[in-house]
Every structure is written in structure tokens, then in C-alpha cells.
């Protein structure tokens, strides 16, 4: 079996609008990923359905899996011939260990690629309205580790002092006594600015400022705790007049999207995302496969025919499906010219219209027409039918849905960190439990759209909900 290829790509460092074009073109082809914890797990959601998720997440003192481990596992899985990407907060060749994964897929004589990602050292302290460098400020700035220091490595901090007018540092929050005691006994002033940025341009991005001084008091008084990046150095001032993501409408606020396909629930999630929320998208689609035979045996039945046939869609997923199988087995839609359309749902219907389809009824009232003499159900509704009058019908399942992949474990770590507002556009059974089950936690806000996802009033309507909900006030609102 042929090699697989690995991609090293860099996540950016948390909003999933920062990913690079390159990188997301290399998701939406990856057979496997192998993600981090500082990767967004929205950036996940522009996988292929069926693709293998595997997590490696390190927080201080409690690896997922060793270096070496996660090392083998990438090589293991191109060894069975998967495209995989490794995917990496903020850029993998900046203190991400991209370096050592490179050497050992080289070395194990496997393909690599390196896509690059925007770095926290940068684009962090931008989100908190401090820029690296200023004119007459800062014309230069030095980015470095401060987990050197809990190996036993003294860094020299009198060189680091005089280097560069700011001083950027990853992973030091743990260090921080030490950092800032060894600056000052490097001649640094001890007003000078610093900041600490934790989770920087996510939802929980919160900024510590302070001087050498007094920051490392002022942290152990808040319980500062990592991920998080230090900036030191006057640059540190201008946060007052250029902060900008903390003043966002939506900053702080986490929601969750469900849709039964992937671009609903991307375009949900997006229109979020621009107000500062941050989001997890999650559609039906993601955990399904299709069920070819069972769409080809419909089609079939409904080309030898001998009286009217009408089909009739419960979600739009199930749409999807029928007209991807459509194309992949190249029958035209012609053929299909006195074929009648149903919907159970409005938001079906609307969604039949991107594919130029506009139903002949909306509701089980339309399998009464008279002049259809069979018809063909997609699973899932709950059709109550006038006996007598109704015309013959089977049903058909456009596709499975297995809730135990790893998707709602990306969901369940995800909310851990609390909800402030579920957005549902969905008629699968499976992801409307994993929609219930957010909404137990804490007390959300629950929208769902009786509209297509994509019709921008929804967006407008969710939007002011969500601003105007009080988090100990649980509602549901139907736009």
C-alpha cells in the first residue's frame, strides 16, 4: 500500500477565522487528524464526514500521550496510506514541536507537508490591542519560551532585557516570579508594562495588566492560570485606546450550532463569530454516511414506475444526499420531470430551493394529493395520514447516523467549559439529543430556526435574542 502524506498545520491561535485558506483546504481532504488542545475543535468541522479523529492534547504535568507516541501514531497512519494532518495551535515551527515531528516523518521516509499558521505571539496580543511593534515605540520584538525554565535551562535574561523593546513569551505564566525577577536584575525598570493574555481570541480571552513589579503578585492574587502569553514592554500601554475584541457584542459569549448539514451549520457559526462569540459547529452530517443502496433502490423503483411518483424530504440532509447520489449516478434531473416534491418542514423546503427545486406541499398534508399514486418517504417523520384518501407510500433512508463517534466527544469536552446559547437547525433525531444535552448544561438560551439556516433575518433575530438574554434566564425562541 502506498504512503499516506502528513500535513503539519498551523490552527492559528483559537478563533476558527484564522485558520489560513491552505489549511482549511487541507482539513476538508484529510483522512485523519490528529489535533491539539489549542486547536478550536470548530476548525474540525471542516473535515470530511467519516474522517478519524484522534486527540492529543497536553496540559502542563498531563500529556494525552507522549511526544514520541504522537510521533508514531502519525507515521502509523500514513504507513495505512491516510492522508493525515497534524493539527497544531498557532504555528507548528514556533515552539509547537513541529520541528521534531518533520525530523521523524523524515526520517521514517514519509511525506510531509508544512502549512503555516498565524502565531499566538503575534496575533494574541493584537486581539488584546497591544501591537509588537510601534513606531517610536518598539521597532523590534523577541519571541520566546519560558517552559525552558521548568527543565532546568536558566535563560539569559540580562541578553533578553537589552534584545528588543518587547519581549514576547509563550508558555511562561507557571515561570512568571522568576521571569520577572530575573528581568529586573537585568536592569529592566520595574514600571515597566506587562500584560498577560490567557486564551487569547477565544471567548474566555482575559488580559492581567500590570508592571514587573507587580504582575507576578498580581497574578497569584487572580489564580492566572495558562494557556497564556506574556508581552513585556511599553507597547503594553496603547491596550487602553486599541482594545478591540473585548468590546465585540458578542465577546465572552459561547454558543453551540447544530444543523443537519455542515454548511448550515458553518454559516450559522459565522455569523456569530464576526460579533466575537465563539462557536462549535455540529451537523448530522458530520456523524453520517450515506445509504447509497437505499436511495439507488428508490430511484429505480421510481424510474420503472407506472403511475405518478412524489418523494418527500423530513431534512435537509437527507436532500443532500439524494442529490449528491443523483449526480454521482448521473441521472438527470429530466428523467425525474413529473416526479412531485414534498417537505415535512419549511426550513426542507427552503433548502430544496438552493437546488432549484420548489415543493409541491410542505407538511403530511401534502402526501393527500390526488394525483400521485405512490410515494416515497424519507425516514424520521412522524406521518399521520387520512386513511382512504392518502396514497400508497414507503419510506427510505438517505442516510445512518452513529452517535458515538468521535464527534460527540468533541462535544462533550467542548461543553465543559459552559454554553451560552444553543442554535438549532436540524431535524435529525441523533443531533437534536446532542442539542438537548447541551441545553442541560447551565441554563442557554435554546433558538431554533423554522426557517432555512441561511436567511440572514434568522442570523439578525438569534443575534438580538442572545444579546438581550440574562444566562440565569433559560428560553426558547423560534425564529
Known amino acids: 500500500m502506498a504512503s499516506g502524506r502528513v500535513f503539519l498545520v498551523g490552527a492559528g491561535p483559537g478563533d476558527p477565522g484564522l485558520l489560513t485558506v491552505k489549511g482549511r483546504r487541507v482539513l476538508e481532504q484529510a483522512d485523519a487528524i490528529v489535533y491539539d488542545r489549542l486547536a478550536s475543535p470548530r476548525i474540525l ?72 499558521g498565524i502565531t499566538s505571539a503575534v496575533s494574541v496580543p493584537a486581539y488584546a490591542g497591544i501591537p509588537v511593534t510601534y513606531r517610536n515605540v518598539s521597532p523590534s520584538f523577541t519571541v520566546v519560551t519560558g517552559h525552558r525554565a521548568t527543565e532546568g535551562l536558566d535563560l539569559d535574561w540580562n541578553a533578553y532585557a537589552h534584545l528588543s523593546d518587547t519581549l514576547v513569551i509563550l508558555m511562561g505564566v507557571r515561570q512568571l516570579p522568576r521571569i520577572a525577577a530575573g528581568l529586573l536584575a537585568a536592569g529592566k525598570p520595574r514600571a515597566t508594562p506587562v500584560a498577560l493574555i490567557r486564551w487569547g481570541t477565544r471567548a474566555a480571552q482575559q488580559t492581567l495588566v500590570g508592571t514587573l513589579a507587580d504582575i507576578a503578585e498580581k497574578a497569584r492574587q487572580s489564580r492566572f492560570q495558562s494557556p497564556a502569553i506574556i508581552v513585556i514592554g511599553d507597547v503594553v500601554s496603547s491596550r487602553e485606546e486599541l482594545s ?38 455540529l451537523s448530522s452530517e458530520l456523524m453520517a454516511s450515506t445509504c447509497t443502496s437505499e436511495i439507488q433502490r428508490t430511484l429505480s423503483d421510481i424510474l420503472t414506475s407506472c403511475v405518478r411518483a412524489g418523494v418527500y424530504f423530513t431534512t435537509t440532509l437527507g436532500v443532500k444526499c439524494w442529490f449528491d447520489e443523483l449526480k454521482s449516478s448521473r441521472i438527470d434531473m429530466r428523467r425525474l420531470s413529473s416526479l412531485s416534491i414534498g417537505a415535512e418542514h419549511r426550513v426542507v423546503a427552503e433548502y430544496l430551493e438552493t437546488y432549484g427545486v420548489f415543493v409541491d406541499g410542505i407538511g403530511p398534508d401534502t402526501l393527500l394529493q390526488p394525483s400521485v399514486g405512490q410515494w416515497w418517504c424519507e425516514d424520521g417523520a412522524s406521518l399521520e395520514q387520512e386513511r382512504g384518501n392518502a396514497a400508497p407510500f414507503s419510506t427510505f433512508c438517505a442516510y445512518a447516523v452513529d452517535q458515538e463517534r468521535p464527534w460527540s466527544v468533541v462535544l462533550r469536552e467542548w461543553l465543559a467549559e459552559g454554553v451560552d446559547a444553543v442554535w438549532t437547525a436540524h431535524r435529525s433525531h441523533v443531533v437534536g439529543q446532542l442539542s438537548a444535552e447541551a441545553c442541560q448544561t447551565g441554563s442557554p438560551l435554546r433558538l431554533e430556526s423554522l426557517r432555512y439556516a441561511d436567511d440572514s433575518s434568522i442570523s439578525q433575530a438569534m443575534i438580538k435574542a442572545l444579546w438581550d438574554h440574562h444566562p440565569a434566564d433559560p428560553t426558547v425562541v423560534r425564529v
Not at 464526514?49 to 502519525?74: C, F, N, W
Not at 465577546?251 to 462557536?279: F, I, P
Open 45 to 116: 468541522g471542516y473535515a470530511k464526514p467519516g474522517v478519524s479523529l484522534h486527540y492529543v492534547g497536553k496540559v502542563a504535568d498531563d500529556h494525552t500521550m507522549p511526544q514520541r507516541d504522537i510521533e508514531q501514531l502519525l507515521i502509523s497512519l500514513a504507513q495505512a496510506g491516510r492522508n493525515v494532518v497534524r493539527l497544531k495551535g498557532g504555528d507548528p515551527f514556533v515552539f509547537g514541536r513541529g520541528g521534531e515531528e518533520a525530523l521523524a516523518l523524515a526520517k521514517a521516509d514519509i511525506p510531509f507537508e508544512v502549512v503555516p
Open 244 to 281: 478591540w475584541f473585548e468590546s465585540l457584542p458578542l465577546a465572552g459569549r459561547r454558543a453551540l450550532v447544530t444543523a443537519d448539514t455542515t454548511s448550515e451549520a458553518m454559516r450559522m457559526a459565522e455569523a456569530l463569530e464576526v460579533l466575537g462569540a465563539e462557536t462549535l459547529a
